[in-house]
């Protein structure tokens, strides 16, 4: 018989050869335990900040609107605070932990390398035209690994713009930096915004993608 005979025709469509069989899609597991578990302690710990947050703005806004309450957390400025201060520790502590391992393991290398110009601008481009594929969530396309990276950055951004709100005597280098504590207010709340925008960007994806939001659940 000849090796030809043996070999099983190979898919006309590049979309189909990355798709995963059934079989392999219950075998394989995309987002191990530890990833789904930091995932979702950052998403309360996001809500609670944010609309915590909200609620601490409203109280000395420096813009002409204030958030309405309904969508605040805290029902009073030290009660924002307190769960505002409660989520910053979840967020830290647990960015940490997801930074560590996701380096300890060679998952951010994996996943976020290689990052190119080039790479970003085809896939933005095939996204406009929606011809970006999804067929297998283990890999992500340019444009996610910018975006992951990019909200990385902004937590951190985050973070420190905290301390300084936080301790503004303790951390006076970074309060000057951020153009004293009003302005670290500002890099806040636009730090804050920049993090809204990717989660609705994210809430998109996952809309149109569905079997994402069943692999952060079930990890596959």
């Not at 335990?33 to 900040?49: E, F, Q, T």
């Not at 283990?138 to 951004?157: E, K, S």
Request: proline share 5%; glycine share 8%; hydrophobic share 55%.
């Amino acid at each position: 018989m000849s090796r030809t005979s043996t070999l099983s025709p190979q898919p006309r469509d590049p979309a189909a050869a990355n798709e995963l069989s059934p079989a392999v899609d219950r075998a394989v597991t995309i987002h191990p335990l530890w990833l789904r578990a930091a995932h979702w302690l950052n998403a309360v710990a996001v809500l609670l900040m944010v609309t915590s947050g909200w609620r601490i703005y409203n109280a000395a806004p420096f813009f002409a609107f204030r958030i309405p309450g309904e969508l605040t957390l805290g029902g009073w400025l030290g009660g924002a605070l307190q769960w505002h201060f409660a989520a910053m520790w979840l967020l830290g502590l647990n960015g940490l932990v997801y930074l560590t391992l996701n380096l300890a393991s060679g998952r951010f290398k994996r996943k976020f390398c290689p990052l190119t110009i080039s790479g970003i601008w085809r896939d933005l481009r095939d996204a406009l035209r929606g011809r970006l594929s999804h067929a297998d969530p283990r890999q992500y396309n340019g444009v996610q690994r910018l975006a992951y990276l990019a909200i990385v950055v902004d937590l951190a951004v985050l973070v420190l713009s905290g301390l300084v709100l936080w301790k503004s005597v303790q951390f006076p280098l970074l309060r000057d930096l951020m153009g004293g504590y009003e302005g670290a207010r500002r890099v806040h709340f636009f730090a804050m915004a920049a993090l809204l925008a990717f989660v609705a960007g994210h809430l998109l994806m996952v809309a149109l993608v569905p079997r994402t939001l069943v692999a952060m659940i079930r990890g596959r």
